[in-house]
């Protein structure tokens, strides 16, 4: 089974910066897709933030395009998420995702809170 841990999270005020960090149990290079989601604080849905692909192609939701930056160190098995001028509405539980159909994975991690508050 693949495995996946996030950190990075914590409290930060309105304006400020946080990296997050996810780190896998195999070769990323050989995952389709490895994305960030987020979990607002009382939903039970998860959105999508941003994706990577091993071909290094992303996506930002509408929400963190301009502010947010995936990326992903294939030889640390890690993928990051720098955060930028975060606002309370980016307050939710952060969760790694890799996705690979042809593979058959479809693995999380446990998530890690990002709280944005003055």
């Known amino acids: 089974q693949v495995h996946l841990v996030e950190s990075g999270g914590g409290l930060v005020q309105p304006g400020g910066s946080l990296t997050l960090s996810c780190t896998v149990s195999?070769?990323?290079?050989?995952?389709?897709?490895m994305a960030w989601y987020r979990q607002a604080p009382g939903q039970r849905d998860r959105g999508l933030v941003a994706?990577?692909?091993?071909?290094?192609?992303?996506d930002y939701s509408d929400t963190a395009v301009g502010r947010f930056t995936i990326s992903r160190d294939n030889a640390k098995n890690t993928m990051f998420l720098q955060m930028n001028n975060l606002k309370p509405e980016d307050t939710g539980v952060y969760l790694c995702?890799?996705?690979?159909?042809?593979?058959?994975?479809?693995?999380w991690g446990q998530g890690t809170q990002v709280t944005v508050s003055s």
């Open positions: 994706d990577i692909t091993s071909g290094g192609v992303t």
């Open positions: 195999e070769s990323i290079s050989s995952i389709y897709s």
């Open positions: 995702n890799a996705d690979d159909r042809y593979k058959s994975i479809d693995a």
